[in-house]
Structure formats: C-alpha cells, structure tokens
C-alpha cells in the first residue's frame, strides 16, 4: 500500500481517503526520506486503519505480525482475515483462505475457502505467491464488502491479466523474454523474481536491477537484498539512482555484488547503463528471460536493450 502523495508533499496518500473497505497486505518499512524509522512508518498505518468507520470493513493479511498488530490495536470496523494455506497467521483464523494447487507458465489454479467452507477450484493468469494473495484480498474485498457473488467474481479473476510495470513483457526477442517490473524493495525483488522462476522454469534468469527510491539506494536493506535475487542467475546491478548520499549511508553495490556471488550468484556492478544493454546483447541466449527491476524510467534501458537484442545474435 503507498503511504506517500507526491514527492514535494512529504505526507501519507492514503490519509485523505475515507474507505468504506480497506485492504492491508503488508507493513514493511519503506520511504525513509518520509518516515526515518519503522515507528513513523507505522504510525501511518494507524491512523489510516482507524479511519475505517465502525460500519466497515478491513481485509487484513494474518500472516503479516505488523499487519495483524496494527489491526488488533487499531481497528474499529469488522476485520476479515486472510491468508495463503500453510501460512503462520499469528492465532487469527482466516475467513479467506486460498490453497494453491497448480503453477504453471499459465499461472496458477488455487481453492478457495470462506469461513471454511470451498468455494471451488479457481484460476489466475498472473503468477507468483504475492499475486495470489493480492487476488485473494481483492475477491475478499468486493465479496465480503460489496456483495459480489463468488460464481461471477471466478470468471473474472481468469480474464485478469495483470497490470502495467508489474511482471510487464515488453518484449520476446530471440525466442526469450523481457519484462518490466516497479519492484524496488527487497521483498517486492524477490517475489518477482520467484514469480518469473515458476512461469519460466529452468530458463536462465537476468535480474537487472537498479536501486533509485530512497529506501533502494540507501544501506538499511544491505544483507536483504543480498537474499532478494535467490532466484535469479545473473545479477545486474546498475548505478545508484541518487548521487546526493553519503558514503557511509549508500547502498554499497560493490558488497552487495560479493555477497551475491558468495551465494552462488553471477554478480556485477556496472558503471552505466550501456554497458548493462551490451552485456546483455553478448550473453542474453535463446529463450532467456531478462527482468528490468527499476521504480522509475531506469535510463531508458528499455527500449535500448529491446532493439540491441533484436540487431545481435548471441555468440
């Protein structure tokens, strides 16, 4: 959930609406030019969560502590939890319950369960753990919120077909894949790219990261990230996308590229991001899968490596 309105207004967005129903899926800190400590972050939460009226409804993720501490103290409307089958939920039962049974290059089938009682079997074309726990919030949302009825929400989840700079293929040259993806923190890494490792398999992984919010080019997430790429092959790690920190508090892309190969990762830290684009034009193989990891424009890699890619054979 974004807690922040525009860069030059240094305040949480999600303050100034007035939800009848909400969904929280996580509470990790994050935007730490805004909120220095995981105290302020949230403090953010708090408020929001008691906005919902007593007349409302907050669709809460049990398996996360922070989620479900923030709830516990601060809620006023009815709560309904969800969860993933096997997760820690922390003592809440939850009402919305998703057990996956399929993941495929087709994206994943799963059972759905409200209040324990199967609601049947169901479909998602976009993969990854984190998609089906956002599917699960949302179906619980507008079903338990707003009335929708089960049989009509099946159908239109399986239509769903995922959003712009999320998993985005932007591209298929030589036979392989390019996606685009906002994911930035560690955690958001990570679940991408295990995403991409189930829809692609044994295919050979390219993670191209560039660390450019404040939370990405600082240290306080050093040793995550260092664990965020377990699914990829090769990591690319592009320049910082602030100039303006000092040393001693920069994400250090040099440790982080030794740490990486010292969990058996391809590693390197580039100087630009051309050199990144001829990198890749040299080395990206048939049926390779390259994900573009940036929270913004990220040097208009894009299109470069789109074109490179489609004018060089690999060697």
Known sequence: MNTTRRFFEKSAKFLHYRPDVAILTSIEHDHVDVYPSLQSYREAFQKFVALVPESGLIVAN??????????????????AWFALEGEDTHGKPPHWLAAPAQSDAEGTRFDLYAAGVSCGRMALTVPGRHNLKNALAALGAVAQGYGARIADIGPALARFEGVRRRQDLIGTPRAGFVYDDFAHHPTAVHETLSALRGRHGQAK?????????????????????????????????????RSNLAPEEALDLGVLAQDLNARGKAARAFDDIDTIVDYLALNVAPGSVVALLSNGAFGGIHAKLLARLGAIKPG
């Open 62 to 79: 049990a398996a996360d502590a922070e989620v479900v501490r923030v709830v516990d103290e601060h809620a006023r409307a009815e709560v």
């Open 205 to 241: 992984l390219f993670a191209v990261f560039e660390p450019r919010s404040a939370t990405a080019c600082r240290r306080m997430h050093q040793a995550d990230y260092a664990r965020a790429f377990d699914s990829a092959d090769e990591v690319l790690l592009a320049p910082l996308g």
